[in-house]
């Protein structure tokens, strides 16, 4: 049913191997991951990495570039997150930031398999007010970045609200210009986050 009507299909890898991938994102989770970019693959669609950068993957990343160089051909982007706290979300007890150096290290040898415009990092400050993403209960929601912590504006609830109203919302709150890579990478890839690489290289 997805392949009728997506042309894109995102899909989170937060290790190479099941054990580490499933020590983040749950047991079981590896196999369904890697089930899904062999269907996506298969059928021709257009395949999204996102991987959040963490204490426990830090030193799996570039495992996890070998495990995607299959399917260069299909991946638009890979992107790495900075790992986000949120001021609101308790269940956040174990702090995984990685220190600056540790990232740059690792950073700098990624891509070079995949495609160098292929690769991004997005540190919390980026992601700020730079995505609109819908909650299971229907909140549409933009994440804010205050000093050290993340939190959710909630614009609405598009079950029982206005969608209209939520978008004017949005419209009035986001910055474009933290869209416009995400524009790009779409279509062939991003020079100037590929530069921005380079810097952190």
Same mark, same amino acid.
């Given at each position: 049913?997805i392949?009728?009507? !997506?042309?894109?299909?995102?899909?989170?890898?937060?290790?190479?191997? &099941?054990?580490? *991938?499933? !020590? $983040?994102?749950?047991?079981?989770?590896?196999?369904?991951?890697?089930? @899904?970019?062999?269907v =996506?693959?298969?059928?021709?669609?257009? $395949?999204? $990495?996102?991987?959040?950068?963490? %204490?426990?993957?830090?030193?799996?990343?570039?495992?996890?570039?070998?495990?995607?160089?299959?399917?260069?051909?299909?991946?638009?982007?890979?992107?790495?997150? %900075?790992? $986000?706290?949120? *001021?609101?979300?308790?269940?956040?007890?174990?702090? *995984? !930031?990685?220190?600056?150096?540790?990232?740059?290290?690792?950073?700098?040898?990624?891509?070079?398999k995949?495609?160098?415009?292929?690769?991004?990092?997005?540190?919390? @400050?980026? &992601?700020?007010? @730079?995505?609109?993403?819908?909650?299971?209960n229907?909140? =549409?929601?933009?994440?804010?970045?205050?000093?050290?912590?993340?939190?959710?504006?909630?614009?609405?609830?598009?079950?029982?609200?206005?969608?209209?109203?939520?978008?004017?919302?949005?419209?009035?709150?986001?910055?474009?210009?933290?869209?416009?890579? *995400?524009?790009? @990478?779409?279509?062939?890839?991003?020079?100037?986050?590929?530069?921005?690489?380079?810097?952190? !290289?």
């Amino acid at each position: 049913q997805i392949n009728k009507y !997506a042309d894109t299909i995102g899909i989170p890898i937060e290790g190479s191997t &099941r054990k580490n *991938h499933d !020590a $983040i994102r749950g047991i079981g989770n590896f196999k369904n991951t890697t089930n @899904a970019l062999k269907v =996506a693959y298969k059928n021709n669609k257009k $395949i999204y $990495i996102s991987t959040v950068v963490t %204490e426990n993957n830090i030193f799996d990343i570039a495992d996890i570039e070998n495990l995607l160089i299959q399917y260069k051909d299909r991946i638009i982007y890979w992107k790495l997150y %900075e790992f $986000i706290e949120y *001021h609101d979300k308790p269940f956040q007890k174990i702090k *995984h !930031a990685i220190s600056t150096e540790v990232v740059k290290r690792i950073i700098k040898d990624i891509g070079k398999k995949l495609g160098r415009n292929k690769v991004f990092y997005l540190t919390s @400050a980026d &992601r700020s007010e @730079a995505s609109f993403l819908i909650n299971p209960n229907g909140d =549409a929601i933009v994440p804010r970045k205050e000093k050290d912590k993340t939190h959710d504006i909630v614009l609405g609830n598009i079950l029982f609200n206005d969608v209209k109203n939520i978008f004017e919302k949005w419209n009035n709150l986001i910055d474009y210009h933290k869209y416009q890579c *995400h524009e790009c @990478a779409l279509k062939n890839g991003c020079v100037k986050m590929e530069n921005k690489i380079g810097e952190i !290289a």
